[in-house]
């Protein structure tokens, strides 16, 4: 398993993965679409306009999660190494088709069940739609997407649940 502060499945190790993902929600949703969004740099309507503001929010949301949550609270605090939780290069290409075959099968489903569930539902509608969104506004959902994956993946799966497991098993954890 995994070196670090504490010794996997104990109470604080527990305690500490449990307060990175408070500190993560906390700096990459809370504080920045609450506080920093509207109040500092004036994106009282839409944060997801692609506008360089909206771009600038992006980049302080990503240094406080990657920068100040994983690189000191994790990293440097936690003594943990990013090999530790689960990041490396072996089986990056297998990897990288397995989320491309993922991304096309969960667009699959939610467009099959919204054409089952909802009564009415325009499939070209939906894809002129995403079609129209201007480029700097698709590249803001795309770099959102990797921000949070990076984030997520490195707090949820890479130590949140290997210290559930440790602690309460697999079928649990």
Sequence with gaps: LAAGRWPPGSTRRLLHALALVIALAFFTS???YAVLGPGILGLGG??????????????IQAALGAGLVIGFLLLW??????????WGTDGLGRDLLRGV????????????????LTDGFDLGG???TVAGYPPAQRL????????AAFGEETVFRGYLQRTLVARLGVPLG
Aim: charged share 10%; net charge positive.
């Design 126 to 128: 939906f894809l002129s």
């Design 77 to 86: 605090f936690g003594r943990m190494r990013l090999s530790d939780l689960g």
């Design 101 to 116: 075959a993922g991304f096309l099968g969960g667009l699959v489903l939610l467009v099959g069940s919204s054409m089952v």
């Design 46 to 59: 839409d944060p997801f306009a692609g506008s360089p503001a909206s771009f600038l929010l992006l980049a």
């Design 140 to 147: 803001l959902f795309l770099c959102i997407g990797l921000a």
């Design 30 to 32: 809370r504080l920045a």
